[in-house]
């Protein structure tokens, strides 16, 4: 690979990379207060390509070099090797292939990892009252559900099914970026449908409940939600719960 090839591969990238930052795709990896930074980066990968292209076709100024004896240990001409042009497949399954959002495989294979906050707020007016999965699963564990006593809360998940059959909605949250991503788990009870899909959208409205049980992967608590009604939901715009570590 020469010098040219290598400009021409690190400009696709730098496309690529601007061209997901710049669409709700960046979101299925990184957290959206993260984007600037790979629109940055993209930027930056764009710039050295054409920076590198502009130096190999500029003549050197000033008189030529006086011509040296050959090397004998470098007669033979050493190129890169093939193997380099492998480095464009990362960018070709960008391009052709998104992968999905981290969804109910993972959440059963990792254990809740719901975060006590320093204060609950009170909830605000109307009912019901729109909450984030990870919010209610903090009130209903770590304050007893007393903020939640007598209101009928809403909250969106993808499902996801225990081994034993007991349904889970789910969140994903993560801190940076997908790879540091854990899931909140609540259990459901009540009115729940009868047919749930693994990682389909539910938007549940119901009310807290003490009942409990621990997630079979690290014991943790998992709160129960009372289901008045739920409903399939459209996938959101953004997959991932970032505020909880916020």
Known sequence: MNRAAQAAVLFLLGVVVLHTGA??????????????????????LVT??????????TPPRG????????????HESHPAPRVAWLLLLPVLALVLV????????????????????????????????????SDYAARAVYDHGRSLDGRRVRV????????????????MTLNCCAADALPV?????????????????????????????EDPVNGAPLPYLKVAHARPAPAPRDPYDATWNN
């Open 23 to 44: 669409g709700d795709v960046s979101l299925r990896y990184v957290k959206e207060g993260l984007r600037p930074l790979l629109l940055a980066s993209g930027a930056v």
């Open 48 to 57: 050295a390509a054409l920076a590198t292209a502009w130096y190999e076709r």
């Open 63 to 74: 008189p030529a070099p006086a011509p040296r004896e050959p090397d004998p240990a470098l």
């Open 98 to 133: 998104a992968p999905p959002a981290l969804g109910s495989h993972s959440a059963l294979r990792t254990g809740t990892a719901l975060q006590r906050p320093p204060a609950f707020a009170p909830l605000p007016p109307g009912e019901p009252v729109r909450l984030n999965l």
């Open 156 to 171: 969106t998940g993808f499902v996801a099914l225990a081994p034993d059959g007991t349904p889970y909605l789910v969140r």
């Open 185 to 213: 788990k609540i259990a459901l009870t009540g009115r729940v449908p009868p047919v749930l899909e693994p990682d389909g959208w539910l938007d549940v409205t119901g009310t807290y409940t003490p009942r409990r049980t």
